[in-house]
């Protein structure tokens, strides 16, 4: 289940998305409101009020930083640094950052480090975001930090932010966050977190490996219980979104119980959708999914059910692609037949086939339809099954697919309609009198013609069931696509097979 050329040509084209620490599409467009919240819209909107952007802070805030040097929290050095950093404009920083950013990167983590004023604490974070949004790979200067020499201090940026994550106020858990992503991110030799690894998602030692899985933990105890009302969870499924990009990280989120977390956030719900968290959330289920035991856990039509839903209904391309990808990961493997009936059944060929009508920016979309329609095609025959046939006529309700298609499917389970007594014919012919569903009619009238098409006696067991005249009647229907299927129809029951034969020539010619 490793990633294709096109699937890691993927990962480079959405770093824009995926390297910011910037948050979604819509931020305020939907609350999540889990398990424990009893907040009202008016509570959330002003919570989300209240959370300054970092430019917002860092305009209207000062920080005197002498008073930590007198303190002796931070050195003298730490002072000067700042001093010749703070509230200067974009491109003055920009040339500082070129000329030695892992000095100014250094210092601001040493008042990290040391100061517990949430003002300050919340004034550095923004500084250091600041750094990163400018461009995520300044990351490598935190990696500078733990070879001080004199007077500078060992400083482990992991277990700096990592506390920083417990404390209480989110604009602090928000921004050490999206900083901690993207020093994981770019951290050096990665190799070690695959050797510490086991295939079941067991860590073994590796310092850097266990602050990863602390973090894990953190971002899915957002999940669970957001700390936040509006951008908990979205902030949680970026981080996890970034993080699982890395093969070793997959075992880890999944031995810690993110898959069922992570699955309950795909879909289309009813409302406001954030687009971000819709995009990243279907994200971290393909990137789950590369990996075999996650693939296993994925695996449930309900998901499979969602993912179609994103693909009918979705109207971001990011987000249309990243939903087809999933699919086609999860459809891939053998043995998938109860996933590949869902799918059917939720109207995956049809959605296909309408998304291939589309015209498309992102040229990779319709190779990916392409691919999902061929699965889908090799595996009518399978899904084709007469039980399946017959828990829909049963049930009342037609659904388009291959079973009503299928020369195949006729030709071997055409007769088995007439078994016990004809009572699977019978049931169908009740949903021509029964129905008030178009689409249900129109397959009916469908698969009655399959019937005498396939079974040699077909025309005399629907006269004795005395059906045509049902038929006939949905010649007047007033849905035009039911009129169609039932002239279609009568024209089976009542001409010979040479008739039909000699007006579909005409028809051609």
Not at 148 to 157: C, K, M, Q
Not at 263 to 270: D, E, N, S, Y
Not at 294 to 308: F, K, Q, W
């Amino acid at each position: 289940m490793a990633a294709t050329s096109s699937q890691q040509g993927f990962f480079s084209q959405q770093q824009g998305t995926l390297g910011g620490a910037g948050g979604s599409e819509d931020p305020s467009g939907r609350a999540f409101l889990l398990s424990g919240s009893a907040l009202s819209s008016d509570d959330i909107q002003q919570e989300f009020k209240q959370l300054p952007t970092t430019q917002q802070l860092l305009r209207t805030r000062e920080i005197p930083w002498d008073i930590y040097m007198t303190a002796r929290l931070i050195t003298d050095r730490d002072l000067q640094l700042l001093r010749r950093y703070d509230k200067k404009d974009p491109q003055q920083k920009k040339l500082l950052l070129s000329d030695g950013g892992e000095k100014y990167v250094r210092a601001m983590m040493s008042v990290l480090q040391n100061v517990t004023k949430e003002e300050t604490v919340q004034y550095v974070l923004a500084l250091v975001d600041e750094v990163l949004e400018g461009d995520s790979q300044r990351a490598r200067f935190f990696f500078s930090l733990t070879y001080g020499e004199g007077e500078d201090s060992v400083l482990d940026p992991y277990g700096i932010l990592l506390r920083l994550l417990q404390r209480d106020d989110w604009f602090t858990q928000e921004k050490a966050a999206f900083i901690l992503s993207q020093v994981v991110a770019h951290r050096p030799n990665k190799e070690a977190l695959g050797e510490a690894v086991m295939p079941d998602g067991t860590l073994v030692g590796d310092d850097v490996g266990k602050a990863i899985l602390a973090f894990i933990d953190w971002c899915l105890s957002q999940l669970r219980r957001p700390a936040h009302p509006v951008n908990a969870v979205p902030t949680a499924v970026h981080c996890l979104a970034v993080m699982l990009r890395e093969k070793p990280v997959r075992p880890l989120v999944c031995k810690a119980g993110g898959v069922g977390l992570i699955m309950a956030l795909v879909g289309m719900p009813q409302g406001g959708i954030n687009v971000q968290v819709q995009y990243e959330s279907i994200l971290c289920v393909w990137l789950l999914s590369l990996y075999g035991p996650g693939n296993e856990s994925l695996s449930t039509p309900a998901l499979v059910n969602r993912l179609v839903d994103v693909v009918r209904l979705a109207h971001k391309e990011k987000v249309i692609r990243v939903a087809l990808m999933a699919l086609k990961s999860l459809l891939d493997e053998s043995g998938k037949m109860a996933l590949e009936m869902s799918a059917v059944e939720n109207g995956l060929p049809k959605a296909l086939e309408n998304r291939a009508e589309q015209t498309w920016e992102d040229g990779d979309i319709p190779d990916l339809l392409e691919d999902l329609q061929e699965r889908m095609d090799a595996g009518v025959l399978a899904m084709s099954s007469l039980e399946r046939y017959r828990k829909e006529v049963m049930q009342g309700t037609l659904v388009p697919g291959p079973m009503h298609e299928s020369e195949q499917f006729w030709s071997e389970n055409a007769e088995k309609l007439a078994d016990n007594n004809a009572a699977l014919l019978k049931a169908l012919l009740r949903l021509l009198d029964a129905s008030n569903d178009h689409v249900t009619l129109c397959l009916a009238c469908r698969d009655v013609s399959n019937f005498v098409t396939h079974f040699p006696h077909g025309k005399g067991l629907i006269a004795d069931l005395e059906a045509k005249p049902l038929v006939m009647r949905l010649m007047a229907h007033p849905d035009s696509g039911v009129q169609r299927e039932a002239l279609l129809c009568v024209q089976k029951l009542l001409l010979s097979k040479n008739t039909l034969g000699y007006m579909a020539q005409v028809q051609d010619s």
